[in-house]
């Protein structure tokens, strides 16, 4: 490498070459020098105290040119000290060339003449590039592999004999630091070590992306990607097991994240599940029954209830599912609950339960219970996001069922009385009350009352005194009723009334009570000659009679027309099918 630099190298400023004469003693010690010289292994020179070349071997040819040409002025400076402290000197040096930056140690050995003086220096080379460069590599490779390890997520760790850590990443992993882990056993690390034969962290043979639990210091578990390396070595043809080295990469986000959208997709599909099981109903109110027993089954629970809000905002079961035996009433609970996805976990009558509102834009509307036996595992977050869910479309189908029962009414119903109309009192409900009846074979009254000269009210008076006479009426037949009665508007002035369980006797008792109270109607008349008041038609139901409820109504009909004919004010019995209708007078 000598002879390249001295190829690439100006001549830097040196002492002048020197004179051609040379002592001949020196000569023929550099003759011997030469002999000398080629012994050794790198680049060697023979110099007169002056840095005159004298001898050199066959690898110092380019070092003696480099100094003839006077290119190497730390040289120079190593001979002068040689030559003036007569003691060996050294150091190294830096040429270019066109490899790039040489690095050469010198050392220069003074020769003593026959004098006692110094004649000669013998100057060696050695080429310590390659050594520098490889020391300069392996120190940047170290501390690379310094950073990486420490800047890395994962941890690195070696164990011995003993299955105890002797090396941890510095920063320490799960929690301890390096040193709270060097010394102890890596097994005791692992969560059910007993699992394994025998613990990853002391395999004999290589792993690969092997995933275990790890004991964190705090108490916690941390899932870790293990790959090991043991570390054997052969004697005598046998291997031996020293311990092992590996890296453990810490996943356990990752695994929560994968377990958390896992238990998210099981929910979307118990919802679903659920979803789909209200929307196969078709009437409203098997929706909530379906709801509750998809919901309980769905969720592991061994009941559910449903509940509305009914008008006096009070929370009424509305749909219910399973063993609710011992379950306390939850109204009060129930009273507790925002509508902001609370849920309430409550301990009653040996149930766990969970309570939560169902509401709708922001309104609650009314709420889901699910329960199971207390001594069954406890409730987790799993279970209170679905039946938050599940409450957030119970809350839409509560209000459609509030809708659909406002609409069923206002189908069913006289809007300025709120009474049924003519088509819900004839088609649904008298038809249903005289099924029951004609099974029981108990008879019914059927009143149809008409007001007498109300056209004269509206007009003097006005159609608001019209329908001032129109409500009073309807309170006056709901004083002479029972709860079990049912009242209708048949339209304009015409009600009737339904009596369940009444006889004909009992009927007339209740007609004469009635056109008294109505005399309070008089004060309302158009004027004196055109009385306010009411008259009455009644037709008794005998379900042995075989009569259909047209013909019923029929006769209830023409005994109200027969008083009508007759006096007004009063009412009239209708006589059997067949018969003509009676009038007993004015009542």
């Given amino acids: 490498m000598a002879n390249d630099v001295t190829e690439n190298v100006e001549a830097a400023p040196g002492p002048a070459p020197a004179e051609e004469t040379v002592d001949s ?5 550099a003759k011997d020098a030469t002999a000398i010289l080629s012994g050794y292994p790198g680049a060697a020179v023979m110099v007169a105290p002056d840095t005159t070349v004298l001898a050199n071997n066959a690898k110092g040819q380019g070092l003696a040119t480099l100094l003839s040409r006077g290119g190497t002025p730390e040289i120079y400076d190593l001979v002068e000290k040689a030559v003036s402290r007569a003691t060996i000197v050294g150091g190294p040096i830096s040429l270019a060339s066109s490899k790039g930056e040489v690095v050469l140690e010198i050392t220069a050995i003074p020769q003593a003449g026959d004098d006692g003086g110094i004649d000669s220096v013998m100057v060696l080379s050695r080429d310590l590039t390659m050594e520098r460069n490889l020391r300069t590599t392996l ?21 011995d004999s003993q299955g105890q850590f002797v090396f941890v990443t510095p920063k320490g992993a799960l929690g301890f630091s390096a040193e709270e882990l060097i010394g102890t056993r890596a097994e005791d690390l692992v969560v059910d070590a007993e699992e394994f034969s025998p613990v990853p962290f002391i395999s004999e043979r290589q792993l690969d992306n092997v995933e275990l639990w790890l004991k964190r210091k705090d108490g916690q578990t941390a899932c870790v990607v293990l790959s090991v390396l043991p570390l054997v070595s052969d004697r005598d043809g046998n291997q031996e097991w020293h311990g092992c080295r590996g890296v453990c990469r810490d996943v356990t986000e990752e695994r929560e994240s994968e377990a958390a959208l896992a238990r998210a997709r099981h929910r979307e599909q118990l919802l679903n599940y659920i979803i789909s099981q209200i929307r196969d109903e078709l009437e409203p109110h098997n929706m909530l029954s379906a709801a509750a027993a998809a919901t309980a089954r769905a969720l592991g629970a061994a009941g559910a209830h449903i509940y509305r809000l009914d008008n006096l905002e009070r929370f009424a079961v509305a749909a219910d599912y399973g063993n609710a035996e011992g379950l306390q009433d939850l109204q009060g609970p129930l009273g507790n609950l925002k509508s902001g996805g609370e849920v309430l976990r409550l301990d009653d009558g040996g149930w766990s339960v969970l309570v939560t509102a169902t509401h709708y834009r922001s309104q609650i509307n009314g709420a889901l219970a699910i329960w199971k036996p207390e001594n069954d595992d406890a409730w987790d977050v799993d279970h209170q996001l679905l ?52 099974r029981n074979n108990q008879t019914a ?10 056209k004269r009210v509206n007009d003097v008076h006005g159609h608001q005194a019209g329908d001032d006479a129109i409500l009073f009426l309807r309170d006056l037949l709901h004083e002479f009723s029972r709860p079990g009665d049912v009242i209708a508007r048949l339209g304009g002035d015409e009600f009737a009334m339904w009596l369940d369980g009444i006889s004909g006797e009992t009927a007339e008792r209740r007609v004469g009570d009635l056109l008294a109270a109505s005399k309070a109607m008089l004060k309302m008349s158009g004027d004196d000659d055109n009385p306010l008041g009411i008259s009455i038609g009644i037709a008794i139901y005998e379900p042995e009679s075989g009569e259909s409820l047209d013909d019923l109504l029929a006769r209830a009909d023409q005994a109200m027309y027969a008083v009508k004919k007759d006096s007004k004010g009063g009412y009239a019995m209708a006589a059997p099918p067949g018969t003509a209708a009676t009038v007993p007078g004015d009542g």
């Avoid at 003693?25 to 010690?29: G, I, K, L, S, V």
């Avoid at 120190?139 to 164990?159: N, T």
């Avoid at 009254?445 to 109300?454: E, K, Q, R």
Wanted: charged share 30%.
């Fill in 387 to 438: 039946i938050s869910d599940v409450a957030n479309q119970l809350g839409i189908a509560n209000e459609q069922i509030s809708n659909h029962e406002r609409i069923v009414a206002l189908s069913r119903t006289d809007g300025m009385t709120g009474l049924l109309n003519r088509r819900a009192f004839f088609e649904e409900e008298v038809p249903r009350r005289a099924g029951r009846l004609g």
């Fill in 25 to 29: 003693a020196a000569a023929a010690r």
């Fill in 445 to 454: 009254a059927l009143f149809y009352v008409d007001m007498d000269n109300f």
């Fill in 139 to 159: 120190v940047e490779s170290r501390q690379r592999f310094k950073d990486l390890v420490e800047v890395s997520s994962d941890f690195s760790w070696e164990i």
